[in-house]
Antibody, heavy 116, light 107 residues
Framework: QVQLVESGGGLVKPGESLRLSCAASGFTFSDSYMHWIRQSPGKGLEWVSFISTRASTIYYADSVKGRFTISRDNAKNSLYLQMNSLRVEDSAVYYC?????????WGQGTLVTVSS | ETVMTQSPATLSMSPGETATLSCRASQSVDRNLAWYQQKPGQAPRLLIYGASTRATDIPARFSGSGSGTEFTLSISGLQSEDIAVYYCQQYNDWPRTFGQGTKVEIQ
């Protein structure tokens, strides 16, 4: 079954860290470009980060640059997002999604809440 | 950054009607434009890419058009299952950007 499953979300305080994971199955993960996209409660979609198949190309939204780090482990079919110095405004459902251009496959999302 | 602006914010339609959703880019994105449907509590689903190509298993009543800076998503023969928020997304450059969404309601 072709799917993406995110995990690692939770409730943290401002300034703390969290690591999200995205487990891929049913397709060749090592050949897949991957993104993280987030959605604040009741709001629209915000692209967060992109990583190429061999991690040679990485992009970040300005809002997370310097605080978030995207990575992948092709041997484990997994994508990660290390989030440091979290802010209240980082609270959102975080989705991983596949492919370089349009995104035909999304996970179900994991909720991150940053609150004191 | 390419800003994507969608209109209207909300569209209230009757079953069977045709809904027309607009998406405007602040600069040309050629035809590098996708549309997504998001129902409450669900992840977005790809409907259209390349401005007009339907994704796998998307019904023919969903159609996309446009190029450059002006794009349209049309939904003909509206059904109750089409109640959702629809987003456009450009993939012409970085950062990837989404419109703010159009909510389709059925009266």
């Amino acid at each position: 079954q072709v799917q993406l499953v995110e995990s690692g979300g939770g409730l943290v305080k401002p300034g703390e860290s969290l690591r999200l994971s995205c487990a891929a199955s049913g397709f060749t993960f090592s050949d897949s470009y991957m993104h993280w996209i987030r959605q604040s409660p009741g709001k629209g979609l915000e692209w967060v980060s992109f990583i190429s198949t061999r991690a040679s190309t990485i992009y970040y939204a300005d809002s997370v640059k310097g605080r978030f780090t995207i990575s992948r482990d092709n041997a484990k079919n997994s994508l990660y997002l290390q989030m440091n110095s979290l802010r209240v405004e980082d609270s959102a459902v975080y989705y991983c999604a596949r492919d370089r251009y349009q995104m035909p496959l999304w996970g179900q999302g994991t909720l991150v809440t940053v609150s004191s | 950054e390419t800003v994507m602006t969608q209109s209207p914010a909300t569209l209230s339609m009757s079953p069977g009607e045709t809904a027309t959703l607009s998406c405007r880019a602040s600069q040309s994105v050629d035809r590098n434009l996708a549309w997504y449907q998001q129902k409450p509590g669900q992840a977005p689903r790809l409907l259209i890419y390349g401005a007009s190509t339907r994704a796998t298993d998307i019904p023919a009543r969903f159609s996309g058009s446009g190029s450059g800076t002006e794009f349209t998503l049309s939904i003909s023969g509206l059904q109750s299952e089409d109640i959702a928020v629809y987003y456009c997304q450009q993939y012409n450059d970085w950062p990837r950007t989404f419109g703010q969404g159009t909510k389709v309601e059925i009266q």
